[in-house]
């Protein structure tokens, strides 16, 4: 069955600490983004990749990073600089520009 | 991506009664798609509409794309306990930069 997989499903820190949160895709799609979602605030767009070794700044970037090596994987990094880093992450595709997004089951990160 | 207003931002209704939900955008959007977000889950994609005027159906549901494509609708007939979730509206735009409304939450009284 082809899908998204994130990982972990629950994520706990400390707050100052680093924390990358995987996403893979066998579904061959060439874009991925990363939204985040918090109570009341819908889905906000972190960062997104048209195309391998390629991505740009979405809405809310500041604080993360992400990397695009492979077509299948597009990590994304939560750093100390990212002042309220407690939210649902979600990772999803798409096989082109405009074209339905296929989300995985989402990382819940908890900083304390 | 093009800004949409969601609205109304929480639904609460009866099972049987209708509900409808609407997404609306100051400028003409290229397409509008929605999704289903139960509660606990990740969204769904449920349809896209990319004509003036387009009037789609999937059972109970009905999406409407206005004749401007500014504004667009879901609108559910006869709410089941399964309707219950967060419906989302998603602009299309260029350049892989999609924005989604902050979502209508539907709670349904069995």
């Known amino acids: 069955d082809g899908g998204i997989t994130q990982s972990p499903k629950y994520l706990f820190r400390k707050e100052g600490q680093n924390v990358t949160l995987s996403c893979e895709q066998n579904?061959?799609?060439?874009?991925m983004y990363w939204y985040r979602q918090d109570p009341g605030q819908g889905l906000r767009l972190i960062y997104y990749s048209q195309i391998v070794n390629d991505f740009q700044k979405g809405d809310i970037a500041e604080g993360y990073s992400v990397s695009r090596e492979k077509k299948e994987s597009f990590p994304l990094t939560v750093t100390s600089a990212q002042k309220n880093p407690t939210a649902f992450y979600l990772c999803?595709?798409?096989?082109?520009?405009?074209?339905?997004?296929?989300f995985g089951n989402g990382t819940r990160l908890t900083v304390t | 991506g093009q800004q949409v207003m969601q609205i109304p931002q929480y639904q609460h209704v009866q099972e049987g009664e209708d509900f409808t939900t609407y997404c609306n955008s100051s400028t003409t959007l290229s397409n509008i798609q929605w999704y289903k977000q139960r509660p606990g889950g990740h969204p769904v994609f449920l349809i896209q509409l990319v004509k003036s005027g387009e009037v789609k159906k999937q059972k109970r549901l009905t999406f409407q794309f206005g004749e401007a494509k500014k504004n667009s609708s879901l609108h559910i007939t006869a709410t089941q306990t399964t309707d219950v979730g967060t419906y989302f509206c998603?602009?299309?735009?260029?350049?892989?930069?999609?924005?989604f409304g902050k979502g209508t939450l539907l709670t349904v009284n069995p």
């Open positions: 998603n602009s299309g735009g260029s350049n892989y930069k999609l924005t």
């Open positions: 999803a595709s798409s096989i082109r520009d405009n074209s339905p997004l296929h």
């Open positions: 579904l061959n799609h060439d874009a």
